[in-house]
């Protein structure tokens, strides 16, 4: 799979590459998938989901950031419909979506009553605030939709005095859910 290439900043950094592959991954996202990427931003999850799913909504609540999510997407090849929709969720989701990704946490209780209404079978949520992810377990578990919970830690080596050393990226929990949760 190539690389996604984001050319446009949308001044809010995009979903962490391994983090990105790990979340698509936990969706488990087929060529006949509609897929919500809720908060898309640089549309760097959008992009990615595009190459595996068939039909991608990304929804972004502010205008530039929904541009720049446009502009990266015309940088980069997919085969899905994706469709792009300005609003603040939980308006604009879709009534028939298989899976979810949410990049954000603003209104995500909101837009977890909408999945469990719609009947989504997959959710993702990517949160880097201990506080939030505190909630967002808990909103999870009150929907019976908790699978899993991950803390996910990445560091990059780089040289330094001829040898190898790591610089740590923030480390971001990774909340999976499933109609009927697991846990």
């Known amino acids: 799979m190539p690389q ?15 983090i990105r592959a790990m979340s698509i991954e936990k969706l488990a996202l087929g060529p006949s998938d509609h897929v919500v990427d809720v ?7 959008t992009i990615e989901a595009a190459r595996r799913a068939g039909r991608v909504t ?20 997919y085969d899905a419909e994706v469709s792009l929709r300005e609003a603040e969720a939980p308006a604009g989701l879709p009534d028939d979506a298989d899976a979810m990704f949410l990049g954000g946490s603003r209104n995500f209780t909101d837009v977890l009553d909408h999945a469990v209404e719609t009947g989504v ?20 578990r009150e929907r019976d939709l ?4 991950l803390q996910v830690q990445v560091n ?28």
Request: charged share 25%.
């Open 4 to 18: 996604v290439a984001l050319p446009h900043d949308a001044k809010a950094g995009p979903t962490k590459p391994e």
């Open 58 to 77: 990304a929804i972004e609540r502010k205008p530039d950031r929904l541009d720049v999510t446009r502009k990266n997407l015309a940088a980069n090849d």
């Open 121 to 140: 079978d997959q959710l993702v949520m990517n949160v880097s605030r201990v506080e939030v992810a505190g909630e967002a377990i808990e909103a999870f």
């Open 146 to 149: 908790l699978s899993e919970v």
């Open 156 to 183: 990059h080596g780089y040289e330094l005095a001829g040898a190898t050393s790591f610089k740590a990226d923030n480390p971001v929990y990774v909340l999976v859910g499933a109609r009927g949760g697991d846990e």
């Open 39 to 45: 908060g898309s931003c640089t549309g760097a999850v």
